[in-house]
């Protein structure tokens, strides 16, 4: 027999079996991923010496340009699953600045003809391609997600996994043959998946709510801020569309099927993923999944300390865009694996300040900002902190808890700290944009912000659809429509995107359109009462009382606020119904004595009522406090009939407008 070239490697009690892509501990199979695994190859046929960082990207990624940090996590990954150590390493040294070195004494192991000839024909009869090229290995993948589920219940670290599986006896030798057969069939798919990736480039995807491995174990806020931290990340870059937390956030049911999800939101992949917290130590599981025909491209499982939460983020967002093979800016790169903080207890307390504000209710947006100022208490420089802070506030204003000029003004302190500590925060510019634009009437300085938060995020629905809205206060209707698309393309089933097209179409006095888009709405939320709103106000300009009559005060059904309760006292007064608008007046003012009520509603029913002298009384007081409304004197159809008079146009020209 001839004998071929080095075929395996052997130190200690490892041997790493280069063609059959195979790392074992004795009898054992050592999970490995692909790229983790070229990166051990590498090193170990240079071992004693220096091997710097370009040289292993170069040689390992030979086909992308990935960072520094995908090297620093490939090297992480084969320290675990030979129970190396960084600080005492008896493997894989790190030769800080320069590269690493492989340090172990090593034994070549060569082989002969015949023996490659057999494993030439295991692996063509284990791993059939399919017509048009791709592996066929639907029978493997069953396996392989099989034992995944098996192995969810355990949490130990890989290394620890890799020994309880690997307990063999002679009554057991045909499963473990078996075993390894199927072993070297994943091995060989997922080797060959990094380096060629979907036959069709992914332009968009949804990033699922994740979900508790052991059902028993929710942790909402933890699941969803592992979401939102993702779709934030991937935000960041152009070439792929990522639906927005508020499109997919109702997807949480332990048997959630991901394909079908896919298709709800028309996304040509979808992210699909686990997690679980004990005590300090988090495992997630993920899947890339192509909703076409359901096809699995890429899967991983991390066991981490939570404090290194910020390195699964960026594993995870490497290897989808390897994955997803996109072709990065330098910029892009940078901003994909830009952390907002690197406190662990900081990042935990914000998960918690996003999932209260996301409650939108008084109670919740309190709560909010105790996390956030718990985050902030632990990290002062979080920016995103501060961010959520200025949301926080500006609902509060919007809701009517507390006087805007109280809110807004907090809101506006901690946009601004946001944008200090971080200029390049699109979501603190989409802050400061609607702040200055809801408030302040800063008009040109808060479409500086908008544009800034778009050219920063640019598939970021919220910065188009509070563009938009500021385009349709402005008159500007034909631009805010435009933007309104930009934003449904980006989230055609969210309710936020297709009630921002609503808005503008009424504002734009397209009022059948308005009432079109917002039956759209309704679809996705039969119970979002601001677009209950819009379809009233649209309904009573064209004339249809009763319908709008009974949209308004379905939203305020929804919503008990002064201002739907302002609004539904105009539409009563508009109809001719006099005394039911009175009634409504006079409900304000007993609500004014015991909390705060703006004084917009109240003008809203004197100008229905025709009372020109009062409303202007109160559109003054209005304007004193900088209500929302005030912003929108120039094309606001409830204004129509004050339009001629002199205190309006002073009105107007005191907003800006």
Excluded: C
Excluded at 287 to 305: A, H, M, N, P, Y
Excluded at 565 to 588: F, I
Aim: without cysteine.
């Amino acid at each position: 027999m001839k004998l071929r070239g080095t075929r395996a490697y052997r130190f200690d009690r490892y041997t790493l079996e280069v063609d059959e892509h195979r790392l074992k501990r004795g009898d054992i199979e050592i999970s490995l991923p692909p790229k983790a695994f070229e990166t051990l190859v590498y090193l170990v046929k240079r071992h004693g010496h220096l091997v710097k960082k370009n040289e292993l990207l170069d040689a390992v990624w030979a086909d992308v340009t990935v960072t520094e940090g995908a090297l620093t996590l490939r090297i992480k990954e084969a320290r675990q699953a030979l129970d190396d150590d960084a600080q005492r390493p008896r493997y894989i040294k790190t030769i800080p600045t320069l590269g690493y070195k492989f340090i172990a004494d090593v034994e070549e192991i060569q082989e002969t003809d015949e023996t490659e000839q057999d494993q030439v024909e295991l692996t063509a009869a284990t791993v059939p391609a399919s017509e048009d090229g791709e592996l066929e290995l639907s029978g493997v993948e069953n396996i392989r997600q099989k034992t995944s589920i098996q192995n969810e219940v355990a949490f130990e670290p890989r290394s620890k996994r890799g020994i309880s599986q690997g307990s063999t006896g002679i009554a057991f030798f045909a499963l473990a043959s078996v075993a390894a057969l199927l072993g070297l069939a994943f091995a060989t798919y997922s080797f060959l998946f990094e380096r060629v990736a979907s036959p069709i480039p992914i332009k968009s995807i949804a990033v699922l709510p994740f979900r508790p491995v052991v059902a028993r174990d929710t942790d909402e806020a933890l699941e969803m801020g592992m979401a939102e931290s993702l779709i934030t990340r991937l935000n960041k870059i152009r070439q792929v569309i990522v639906r927005p937390l508020s499109a997919v956030r109702n997807y949480t049911i332990l048997e959630q099927d991901a394909v079908a999800a896919g298709r709800d939101q028309h996304v040509e992949a979808v992210l699909d993923g686990s997690i679980q917290r004990s005590g300090e130590r988090i495992r997630v599981i993920v899947r890339l999944i192509r909703v076409q025909d359901g096809r699995q491209l890429w899967t991983s499982q991390f066991d981490e300390k939570f404090t290194n939460v910020f390195s699964v983020q960026d594993l995870i967002s490497e290897r989808l865009v390897e994955a997803l093979a996109l072709n990065l800016t330098g910029e892009e790169r940078a901003l994909l694996k830009k952390h907002s903080t690197e406190n662990s207890e900081a990042y935990q307390a914000y998960l918690w300040g996003r999932f209260f504000w996301d409650q939108k209710t008084e109670e919740g947006l309190t709560k909010g900002i105790a996390y956030f100022q718990q985050a902030l208490d632990k990290d002062p420089n979080y920016a995103l902190a501060y961010t959520g802070l200025a949301d926080s506030y500006i609902l509060l204003g919007s809701l009517g808890a507390i006087a805007m000029t109280d809110s807004y003004q907090k809101a506006r302190a901690a946009a601004e700290r946001a944008l200090t500590i971080d200029e390049r925060l699109g979501e603190a510019h989409v802050s400061m944009g609607s702040i200055l634009a809801d408030h302040y009437w800063e008009w040109a300085q808060a479409e500086r912000h908008f544009k800034r938060a778009i050219e920063l995020i640019p598939n970021d629905q919220a910065a188009h659809n509070w563009y938009s809205e500021y385009l349709a206060r402005a008159g500007q209707f034909e631009e805010a429509i435009r933007e309104a698309k930009v934003a449904l393309e980006i989230a055609p089933v969210s309710r936020q995107s297709n009630h921002a097209m609503a808005f503008a179409f009424y504002f734009a006095r397209r009022y059948e359109e308005a009432i079109e888009q917002s039956e759209k709405t309704f679809q996705l939320d039969p119970n979002f009462p601001i677009a209950h709103g819009i379809s009233g106000l649209a309904y009573l300009q064209l004339g249809l009382h009763e319908k709008a009559i009974f949209a308004l005060q379905k939203a305020r059904q929804l919503f008990d606020s002064p201002a739907f309760l302002g609004l539904l006292g105009y539409a009563h007064a508009m109809a001719g119904n006099k005394t039911e608008a009175r009634s409504l007046l006079e409900e304000l003012q007993e609500l004014s004595k015991k909390r705060y009520v703006e004084s917009f509603p109240v003008a809203a029913i004197y100008i229905g009522l025709g009372e020109k002298k009062l409303a202007f009384e109160w559109l003054e007081r209005a304007l004193n406090e900088r209500a929302w409304a005030m912003g929108a004197l120039k094309v606001d159809p409830i204004f129509d009939s004050l339009q001629s008079d002199a205190q309006f146009i002073n009105l107007l020209r005191r907003v800006g407008r």
